[in-house]
């Protein structure tokens, strides 16, 4: 007879840094994985670009921090990188 294994889905927490100063996320969100944490902050950083277009040089040096309790930061997707998110491309996992 097979085994069940459940697997419990994380709180990962996306923070926005520039190093010095950090915005936290205080909730978190409850994934599956880390690809869909990755999914998720790809998704946020598209929007937060698409919101502050004509500001991006504001967000030069900033970087969107993954993190869960266990272990930690998990991630780190620079803002800052050319703007292939704002033409419609997908997060590359290398990136990431």
């Known amino acids: 007879m097979a085994e069940l294994i459940l697997i419990r ?28 944490a990755l999914a998720y902050a790809c998704e946020a950083i ?24 266990s272990a930690g930061r998990v991630h780190s997707i620079p803002l800052s990188e050319p703007d292939w998110l704002s033409h419609g491309h997908a997060c590359p996992a290398a990136l990431c």
């Open 9 to 36: 889905p994380r709180r990962y927490y996306f923070d926005l840094t520039n190093g010095t100063d950090v915005i936290r996320d205080e909730h978190g969100l409850e994934l599956a994985n880390i690809d869909a």
């Open 46 to 69: 598209e929007e937060l670009r698409k919101e502050t277009a004509s500001a991006s040089s504001e967000w030069w040096g900033w970087r969107l921090e993954i993190s869960d309790h």
